[in-house]
Nanobody, 123 residues
Framework: QVQLVESGGGLVQAGGSLRLTCAASGRTFLVYAMGWFRQAPGKEREFVAAITNSGVTTYSADTVKGRFTISRDNAKNTVFLQMNNLKPEDTAVYYC????????????????WGQGTQVTVSS
């Protein structure tokens, strides 16, 4: 199995940027496709972005396309979420997740989850 720890969240003004980091430990990182999800208060946890285990292919939700970029460094067992032009509606707890399946936006396919990091965007 794999353990995931997110960092990089915080408070930022609308239009600003943040870079989230997810550090993985345990089983070989390369076997996992990785994803980022987020959950705002009172809402379901939703897909943000995903990346294949090789890092060649990425997927993003329409709500963040063109603003957020997912990437990974397999040598450092790390996945990133670069968030630009942040909006108040991006405020949520952001979770990193790992799946031994193919990269997907389906939350139930992800077996391993981090504890989450809070992102707050002020208007």
């Amino acid at each position: 199995q794999v353990q995931l720890v997110e960092s990089g969240g915080g408070l930022v003004q609308a239009g600003g940027s943040l870079r989230l980091t997810c550090a993985a430990s345990g089983r070989t990182f390369l076997v996992y496709a990785m994803g980022w999800f987020r959950q705002a208060p009172g809402k379901e946890r939703e897909f943000v972005a995903a990346i294949t285990n090789s890092g060649v292919t990425t997927y993003s939700a329409d709500t963040v396309k063109g603003r957020f970029t997912i990437s990974r460094d397999n040598a450092k067992n790390t996945v990133f979420l670069q968030m630009n032009n942040l909006k108040p509606e991006d405020t949520a707890v952001y979770y990193c997740a790992a799946t031994e399946d193919i990269a997907t936006m389906v939350r139930a396919k992800y077996r391993y989850w981090g504890q989450g990091t809070q992102v707050t965007v002020s208007s």
